[in-house]
């Protein structure tokens, strides 16, 4: 079993930058792809960056250029989410995720809130 905690959720004015931090219970990324979704209020769930262990890294269209996902490569159990340039239309519960690369079960965190003002 593995828990993930998120925070760094806030009110951020348009223009502004958020860093998000998942916390995982143990270290998992070398067994586990490690992603960032967001959701909004009758919306489903939707994708917007992943990394792998090797770091290679995937970003919806909508954040491309703006989001950074990373791990600490030290201890193996934290992924953040930089977020510059934000929009009004990034306001969403953002979800860190945690897929097994071979079974395919995933975890997830309780949801941070990230609302971004005009």
């Known amino acids: 079993q593995v828990q993930l905690v998120e925070s760094g959720g806030g009110l951020v004015q348009s223009g502004g930058s958020l860093r998000l931090s998942c916390a995982a219970s143990?270290?998992?990324?070398?067994?586990?792809?490690m992603g960032w979704y967001r959701q909004t209020p009758g919306n489903q769930r939707e994708l917007v960056a992943t990394?792998?262990?090797?770091?290679?890294?995937?970003y919806a269209d909508s954040v491309k250029g703006r989001f950074t996902i990373s791990t600490d490569n030290g201890a193996k159990d934290t992924v953040y989410l930089r977020m510059n340039s934000l929009k009004p239309e990034d306001t969403a519960v953002y979800y860190c995720?945690?897929?097994?690369?071979?079974?395919?079960?995933?975890?997830w965190g309780q949801g941070t809130q990230v609302t971004v003002s005009t």
């Open positions: 995720n945690a897929e097994h690369q071979v079974w395919r079960h995933e975890y």
């Open positions: 143990r270290s998992i990324f070398n067994m586990y792809y």
């Open positions: 990394i792998t262990s090797a770091g290679r890294t995937n």
